[in-house]
Nanobody, 120 residues
């Protein structure tokens, strides 16, 4: 069984920074890509940032230049460094992993989410 556990969310003032972490554990054979999504109240879940196994990344236009995604393959962990936070960044942030286990085909796995609140 695979688990993705996020941490690092919280309350921060506009202009501040937070660092989210997500650790994947369980019977993981390989991780192809990991990413962060977010969902604000009343809105659809959207991609924030994505990183492939070889390190290539992509970001939502709204966070380019402010957020940085990175990963530690040895620890099956992905990070999201969020700087210059804005009130519109307030959302529940979800970790996603495209991975393979020893027993199941390649698929998407999700964490339960961590709340980020940015006050003005």
């Amino acid at each position: 069984q695979v688990q993705l556990v996020e941490s690092g969310g919280g309350l921060v003032q506009a202009g501040g920074s937070l660092r989210l972490s997500c650790a994947a554990s369980g019977s993981i054979f390989s991780i192809n890509a990991m990413g962060w999504y977010r969902q604000a109240p009343g809105k659809q879940r959207e991609l924030v940032a994505h990183i492939r196994s070889r390190g290539s990344t992509n970001y939502a236009d709204s966070v380019k230049g402010r957020f940085t995604i990175s990963r530690d393959n040895a620890k099956n962990t992905v990070y999201l460094q969020m700087n210059s936070l804005k009130p519109e960044d307030t959302a529940v942030y979800y970790c996603n992993a495209d991975l393979e286990t020893g027993a199941t085909p390649r698929g998407d796995y999700w964490g339960k989410g961590t709340l980020v609140t940015v006050s003005s």
